[in-house]
């Protein structure tokens, strides 16, 4: 059983900075590709950037230049460390998995190619 749990969410003012994790068990990430999705109340979740197994990364246009995702394989986490915060950055954070074989890079910001999510974590930007 694929379990994702999200971590470091909270509160933030805007112009600073936040580092989420999510942490997986019952697999290795190494055989996943990974995203952080995230959801305001009364929006459609999006995609925030996606990282394949091999390592490329993508980015939505709106976080680039403020937001890093990285992988750490031997710790089994994904990263996400945000800079520059606006408050418009408030949002349930969410990480996803899906195996590298079932998916198609391409369509790494579709929410519907991921077989697993973690819970989420909150970010709550003061402006």
């Known amino acids: 059983q694929v379990q994702l749990v999200e971590s470091g969410g909270g509160s933030a003012q805007s112009g600073g900075s936040q580092r989420l994790s999510c942490t997986v068990s019952?697999?290795?990430?190494?055989?996943?590709?990974m995203a952080w999705f995230r959801q305001s109340p009364g929006k459609e979740r999006e995609a925030v950037a996606g990282i394949h197994s091999e390592g490329s990364i993508k980015y939505a246009d709106f976080v680039k230049g403020r937001f890093t995702a990285s992988l750490d394989n031997a710790a089994n986490t994904l990263y996400l460390e945000m800079t520059s915060l606006k408050s418009e950055d408030t949002a349930t954070y969410y990480c996803?998995?899906?195996?590298?074989?079932?998916?198609?890079?391409?369509?790494?910001?579709?929410?519907?190619?991921?077989?697993?999510w973690g819970q989420g974590t909150q970010v709550t930007v003061a402006s």
């Open positions: 996803a998995a899906v195996l590298t074989l079932d998916t198609d890079f391409r369509n790494w910001a579709d929410d519907y190619e991921y077989t697993y």
């Open positions: 019952g697999s290795r990430v190494s055989r996943y590709n």
